[in-house]
T-cell receptor, first 110, second 111 residues
Framework: KNEVEQSPQNLTAQEGEFITINCSYS?????LHWLQQHPGGGIVSLFM???GKKKHGRLIATINIQEKHSSLHITASHPRDSAVYIC????????????FGKGTHLIIQP | DAMVIQNPRYQVTQFGKPVTLSCSQT?????MYWYQQKSSQAPKLLFH???????NEADTPDNFQSRRPNTSFCFLDIRSPGLGDAAMYLC??????????FGPGTRLTVL
C-alpha cells in the first residue's frame, strides 16, 4: 500500500499570498492526483500528472517522480480558494482506485 | 451536462436496517468507484467496478456489497448498518487509470 503524506495539515493565509502544499508518497506511481473538496463534501479533480508541471489558471502542480514528491501551488490566492486540498495516488502496480492523503485545510482570509 | 449523480443526498436509517445508495453517470466511463469518508478523515476506497469486474478492497467489511447492473448505474448496499458506518459515501467514475469524476456524495446517518 502506498503511504501518502501531506503538509501542512492546516494553512491560513491572507488574500494574495502564494500558497504551497506538499505531498510525498512511499511507492513509485504512474500518476498523482490533486483534488479539491469544499465544505459539504463535493470533490473536484484539479490535476492528474505523471511528470513535470501542469498549470490551470492560478493553480500549478509539479511532480518529481524520482523523489516521490509533488507540490500544489496557488498564485494570488483568494478567499474562494478556501477548501481542503487532497493528494491521491493509485495503488502499487497501477490498478484503479486511489489512496488519499489526509488533506490540507486551506483558509484564505480577505 | 455529463455528470455523476448520487441519490439520495441524505439518508437516515436505523441500526441494522438495510440501506441502498445509488450512483448514476452520463460520462460512459467504464470504471465506477465507491469511497467512504468519515468525519475529518480522508476518503477510503471500498471497491470498484472495471466494466462488470468487481474489485473489492481487502479491508472492506462484508457488510458492504455493490451491484452494477449496467454501465450507467452502480449501487452500494449496506446489509446491516452499524453506528460506525455513518459517513459520507462518494461515488466516482473514470476511464481506466484516468482522472476521476466525483458525485456530490450521500451522507448516511445511522440511528
Amino acid at each position: 500500500k502506498n503511504e501518502v503524506e501531506q503538509s501542512p495539515q492546516n494553512l491560513t493565509a491572507q488574500e494574495g499570498e502564494f500558497i504551497t502544499i506538499n505531498c510525498s508518497y512511499s511507492v513509485g506511481i504512474s500518476a498523482l492526483h490533486w483534488l479539491q473538496q469544499h465544505p459539504g463534501g463535493g470533490i473536484v479533480s484539479l490535476f492528474m500528472l505523471s511528470s513535470g508541471k501542469k498549470k490551470h489558471g492560478r493553480l500549478i502542480a509539479t511532480i518529481n517522480i524520482q523523489e516521490k514528491h509533488s507540490s500544489l501551488h496557488i498564485t494570488a490566492s483568494h478567499p474562494r480558494d478556501s477548501a481542503v486540498y487532497i493528494c491521491a495516488v493509485p495503488p502499487p502496480g497501477g490498478a484503479d482506485g486511489l489512496t488519499f492523503g489526509k488533506g490540507t485545510h486551506l483558509i484564505i482570509q480577505p | 451536462d455529463a455528470m455523476v449523480i448520487q441519490n439520495p443526498r441524505y439518508q437516515v436509517t436505523q441500526f441494522g436496517k438495510p440501506v441502498t445508495l445509488s450512483c448514476s453517470q452520463t460520462l460512459n466511463h467504464n470504471v465506477m468507484y465507491w469511497y467512504q469518508q468519515k468525519s475529518s478523515q480522508a476518503p477510503k476506497l471500498l471497491f470498484h467496478y472495471y466494466d462488470k469486474d468487481f474489485n473489492n478492497e481487502a479491508d472492506t467489511p462484508d457488510n458492504f456489497q455493490s451491484r452494477r447492473p449496467n454501465t450507467s448505474f452502480c449501487f452500494l448496499d449496506i446489509r446491516s448498518p452499524g453506528l460506525g458506518d455513518a459517513a459520507m459515501y462518494l461515488c466516482a467514475t473514470s476511464m481506466a487509470l484516468s482522472e476521476q469524476f466525483f458525485g456530490p456524495g450521500t451522507r448516511l446517518t445511522v440511528l
